[in-house]
């Protein structure tokens, strides 16, 4: 069992920018990678970015790219999404989500859930 917590949301200017955390406990978590995911009103929800934990590669949906930024800190076992030049279109509860192996896009496939964190991009 893997447990996640997500902090750090909140309510910012467009260009403005935003850090979220994601706190793992449970488990050994070299063998999984962890994704962030959002989810606007009314909207499914959509892969943003993942990070697999022991080798550090990354990856990003187009939308996001060069404006985002997945890390991982292994001491605190702590996932973060630097987020900048936020637009109002980024509004959403942001998650993030672990499965083992391999970064997928497809949120079915991930196995655990934080309960989620909004952030509001105001125009």
């Known amino acids: 069992q893997v447990q996640l917590v997500e902090s750090g949301g909140g309510l910012v200017q467009a260009g403005g920018s935003l850090r979220l955390s994601c706190a793992a406990s449970g488990r050994t978590l070299s063998s999984y990678v962890m994704g962030w995911f959002r989810q606007a009103p009314g909207k499914e929800r959509e892969f943003v970015a993942g990070i697999r934990w022991s080798a550090g590669s990354t990856y990003y949906a187009d939308f996001v790219k060069g404006r985002f930024t997945i890390s991982r800190d292994n001491a605190k076992s702590t996932v973060y999404l630097q987020m900048n030049s936020l637009k109002p279109e980024d509004t959403a509860v942001y998650y993030c989500?672990?499965?083992?192996?391999?970064?997928?896009?497809?949120?079915?496939?991930?196995?655990?859930w934080g309960q989620g964190t909004q952030v509001t991009v105001s125009s």
């Open positions: 989500a672990a499965r083992r192996a391999v970064v997928v896009s497809t949120p079915d496939e991930y196995d655990y």
